[in-house]
């Protein structure tokens, strides 16, 4: 017993104090910015491995990128990675990047339903379906509840059982032999009900789309809540993603 | 003569590869497995001119080579099995009998794999597989998955039960099937490909890419310098410390031990980072590329990498002493979930699960690549075969690392001035490229066409071997002993599915 409360002591608080505003160590690739700078746009189109980059104007859709960096190491003053972890949005289009912007992701106030804030502002619980993912965001998912992020502070959990959950959070890009377990479990989750697309993967196929493995129809006939961009998606994109999804807030517009 | 023994990532001219006619290719390969310094590394067909050419490797651990040899054969024929001989090719056989629809007169069972999209035959689906039933009225069956509770990838698991023993297990795969091999020829760039490596499992970033990257190097003629190999070698042994950590917390999760939940996780936190730290990602993806290196490891890296394990290790060591010296936590662990060392041996299982079982095998003695050349690595072996050997050698082979590594950080290797050109491909080439991942053994093979184009691209996660050494460990067990028996293994899915 005192062993552990030792232990419990100097392994101290882990939690990291305010989501919103930490800091991460070192380097990270999140929201790019693109400056106006002149550079050989169709060498740089070419190199994207998933066809993330657009021409005229130049940008970058982060629902494509893989954050590999590699259009950084080319074109290092046209294209920079901030630590911007807020990546999350609620639309396709505001997951495109465009040259000469600097501005922040935020969510589309008006595409997030009513019910949302009503019934889950203060208790969100979601259940996770891999369709294909490769355990890196389920990891980061994971990550997300554990001691450093603690997502559950906020309501938010994920829980085994579709009919406990209020959402289902996707990652992987939708194989054909998930699809039917994919459905089953959607369906049994009562309404009203969220879908978040968690991870690049998840949102356009990455690296995988057009494969001939993958069934993505499921996309096809609902409403998606919220896109969670990375590869894989850090903790706290996620948390920060959600977060305003479920919480009335002025980072919406 | 009726192999060609080759280094691990030493290229060869596809030409060279012996070739006999498929009954002298049955008995030598067979005749080999007989010595336990042999084990089948990769086994898989080529479609060439409307036949098939079946190509096997089996590695020598003593002489660290590889043997090639190689058979052609028609789709239609019906063969006997090299699994009928050696349990260890039964997953191989039943592979290609998915993909290309080759018949085995006397093959145990040619269950399916993984459901590819381009199998041969497209009436077997995976919504209608009919498990292995038992008529007995005593028996009953549970199945779990594919989704599971928590958040892990799907699988389907098929339990024949007695009551709460477990007298057999069937385990269904494929759900996670994303085409990767076929990927690797239709993806034409080298950084397509690259990210695919990286995405093949994403707990084993770096010993997927490591594998990739030494082959397509190899293919290439290029030669990986110092800055290179330690990388890649680092890469490694931290994603080791990294991964084991976190399956020691999950580990106690299963048995219900929150302590040990609670501080293996938060241990794991600073070794992720510190790969973001470094290359901007937590998993490291990224990091590892062909013939380059975006992101040099200087001094102030070493530093803060030397701290971060100096406060590791002391906390790690702390919470493995309170851990397994609780008589509730190791009456969990002992004895439970037993791997033989003969069952290990006769199914090929690989890694760190094949060393809690008394086998010796690691590719980083027996065909050492990067820095495992000089570095004279033992591996860590336990012999019980239990869930405690698996916790056992993850702790001792985390301390172990950490020793590379503290080695490794005394010479840091010199930022290359000059870039060498990578060059492209050779043609008409086979590399077989192995790597110790965390899990154990990782195979990756390729062969190129006359222009030098990738023709066939084969991958082999530790894995494809180890589900089967899961289903053999959970036999008499109680059922409530499952996920702690499925998380000492922590297969990958995708890894396996591709
Ligand atoms: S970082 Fe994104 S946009 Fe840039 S090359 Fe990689 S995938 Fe493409």
């Known amino acids: 017993m005192f062993n552990t409360l030792k232990i419990l002591f100097h392994h101290g608080r882990q939690s990291i104090p305010n989501v919103a505003t930490a800091e991460l160590p070192g380097i990270f690739r999140g929201r790019p910015v693109i400056t106006n700078e002149k550079i050989d746009t169709a060498a740089l189109v070419k190199l994207c491995p998933t066809g993330a980059i657009g021409s005229s104007p130049i940008s970058i859709d982060l629902g494509k990128c893989t954050f590999c960096g590699e259009c950084a190491f080319a074109f290092p003053n046209k ?148 896109y969670v961009p990375g590869n894989p998606i850090h903790p706290l994109t996620f948390i920060n993603g959600v977060l305003d999804l479920i919480r009335t807030n002025p980072r919406h517009t | 003569m009726n192999h060609i023994a080759v280094k691990n990532n030493e290229r060869l001219s596809l030409t060279s590869i012996p070739r006999s006619d498929y009954e002298r290719f049955l008995e030598h390969n067979t005749a080999l497995l007989d010595d336990s310094a042999n084990h089948c590394v990769t086994y898989f067909g080529v479609p060439e001119d409307g036949k098939i050419k079946l190509i096997c490797g089996i590695a020598n651990d003593n002489e660290h080579n590889i043997y090639l040899s190689c058979a052609e054969i028609n789709r239609t024929e019906i063969l006997p099995s090299f699994s009928k001989h050696h349990l260890a090719f039964q997953v191989f056989e039943r592979e290609l009998h998915e993909n290309f629809g080759i018949n085995f007169s006397d093959h145990p069972w040619l269950k399916p794999v993984r459901f590819a999209f381009d199998r041969a035959d497209k009436d077997s689906c995976i919504e209608y597989y009919p498990f292995y039933q038992s008529d007995s009225v005593e028996l009953h069956e549970v199945g779990v998955g594919p989704i599971h509770a928590g958040i892990i990838e799907p699988g389907h698991f098929r339990f024949i039960c007695n009551g709460e023993q477990i007298l057999h297990l069937e385990i269904q795969l494929g759900f996670q099937h994303r085409g990767i091999e076929r990927l690797f020829l239709e993806k034409k760039t080298l950084l397509q490909r690259t990210t695919l490596a990286e995405s093949i499992a994403g707990d084993t970033v770096a010993g997927h890419t490591t594998a990739f990257v030494n082959l397509w190097e190899a293919l290439c003629g290029f030669q990986a310098d110092d800055e290179l190999r330690f990388t890649r070698t680092l890469a490694l042994e931290l994603e080791r410390i990294a991964v084991h950590t976190g399956d020691l917390s999950a580990i106690c999760t299963d048995i219900g031990y929150q302590l040990g939940n609670a501080v293996f996780g938060r241990l794991r936190t600073p070794i992720i980072n510190f790969f973001q730290q470094w290359c901007g990602n937590r998993l490291a993806k990224g990091l590892i590329r062909a013939g380059n290196n975006h992101f040099p490891f200087d001094k102030e890296l070493g530093i803060a990498l030397k701290n971060m394990l100096d406060q590791y290790k002391p906390d790690f060591n702390e919470i493995c002493q309170k851990t397994f010296r609780q008589p509730s936590v190791l009456s969990r662990l002992e004895k439970t979930g037993v791997v033989s060392w003969e069952q290990a041996g006769s199914i090929g299982a690989v890694g760190m699960a094949a060393r809690a079982s008394g086998s010796e095998r690691d590719i980083r003695k027996t065909h050492p690549h990067d820095k495992y050349i000089n570095l004279g690595h033992q591996p860590v072996i336990k012999h019980h075969g239990d869930v405690y050997s698996r916790v056992q050698v993850r702790k001792a082979e985390i301390i172990q690392s950490i020793g590379y590594i503290r080695d490794l950080l005394m010479h840091l290797p010199a930022e290359s001035r000059e870039k060498k050109e990578l060059g492209s491909p050779a043609a008409n080439s086979i590399v077989i490229s192995l790597t110790e991942g965390w899990r154990g053994e990782i195979c990756h093979c390729a062969i190129t066409d006359q222009q030098g184009a990738l023709r066939h691209y084969k991958i082999k996660d530790p894995s494809i071997h180890n589900w089967v050494a899961l289903a053999l460990a959970v036999r008499n067990n109680e059922i409530s002993d499952f996920p702690v028996c499925n998380k000492s293994f922590n297969l990958s899915y995708s890894g396996h599915d591709l």
């Open chain 1, 79 to 226: 294209i920079t990675f901030t630590k911007d972890y807020k990546l999350a949005t609620n639309s396709l289009e505001r997951l495109i990047v465009t040259e000469g912007t600097n501005q922040p992701v935020l969510l589309d106030a008006s595409l997030i339903r009513s019910e949302i804030s009503k019934y889950f502002s203060g208790s969100l619980k979601l259940r996770q379906v891999s369709a294909g993912g490769d355990n890196s965001c389920e990891m980061e998912l994971n990550a997300c509840g554990n001691v450093n992020f603690d997502m559950g502070r906020f309501g938010i959990e994920f829980v085994a059982s579709p009919r406990h959950a209020d959402g289902i959070v996707i990652t992987g890009p939708l194989s054909e032999n998930m699809a039917l377990p994919l459905q089953i479990c959607y369906d049994a989750i009562p309404e009203p009900k969220i879908i978040i697309l968690a991870g690049t993967d998840a949102i356009s196929g990455g690296i995988f789309s057009g494969s001939p493995a993958l069934n993505r129809h499921f996309l096809n006939q609902y409403k998606i809540d919220l």
